[in-house]
């Protein structure tokens, strides 16, 4: 069951934090391999470095996305009834 306590800007948000995350990811790894390329000692340690995070950003960024297409599907703006939820009203309260 997904909890609905986010509203459409806060997806938005996240699917353009997703995005420029996959793109810096790509860009990561493509240095890392244009560095492996280049073949020289210290530039392959540091071409498996930028090719490992590449890749991370890469996934973090599918799930993010992913996670915000279903939450996405799974509201529903019209659904305003929840099982087991009353909500009090009291009439005779003093405010002040």
Known sequence: MFFKY???SL???????AKGLFVIGLLLAG????????KEVLAVI????FMVVG??????AIRIYILSRKLNNASDP????R????VRI???????
């Open 6 to 8: 986010y509203n459409n």
């Open 11 to 17: 997806n938005q948000m996240s699917r353009g934090f």
């Open 31 to 38: 240095f890392g391999v244009l560095v492996y390329i280049l």
């Open 46 to 49: 540091a071409a498996a470095i």
């Open 55 to 60: 890749f991370f950003c890469c996934v973090n």
């Open 78 to 81: 019209n659904d305003d009834h």
């Open 83 to 86: 099982e087991n939820v009353r």
């Open 90 to 96: 009291d009439t005779d309260a003093d405010v002040f």
